[in-house]
Nanobody, 125 residues
């Protein structure tokens, strides 16, 4: 069974940092682009970032550029999202996602084939 399991969410004050992890199991994702979406209270689920299978190329949504960094360790089948300078508007459930093999890019939900259950991030002001 293929699973993406997020961890690392929690409560943090504005200006603080968190590091989210996404552990994949059931198959290797070393040939899949992986990324993050989020859904804030009362908001639509939105794209946050995606990283190519080899870690060389990344796309970020404008609101997190310069604050968030996506990375991966294919040997551990794990992906990360380092979130710095957090703002209250970053409050959301963060979902780990993966695309099908040899596909990279896109900001729509339909372009992502695998989803985790989400981890909650709350940023207090």
């Amino acid at each position: 069974q293929v699973q993406l399991v997020e961890s690392g969410g929690g409560l943090v004050q504005a200006g603080g940092s968190l590091r989210l992890s996404c552990a994949a199991s059931g198959r290797t994702f070393s040939r899949n682009a992986m990324g993050w979406f989020r859904q804030g209270p009362g908001k639509e689920r939105e794209f946050v970032a995606v990283l190519s299978w080899n870690g060389y190329n990344a796309i970020y949504t404008d609101s997190v550029k310069g604050r968030f960094t996506i990375s991966r360790d294919n040997a551990k089948n794990t992906m990360y999202l380092q979130m710095n300078s957090l703002k209250p508007e970053d409050t959301a459930v963060y979902y780990c996602v993966a695309q099908r093999e040899n596909y990279y890019g896109g900001r729509t939900r339909e372009e992502y084939d695998y989803w985790g259950q989400g981890t909650r991030v709350t940023v207090s002001s």
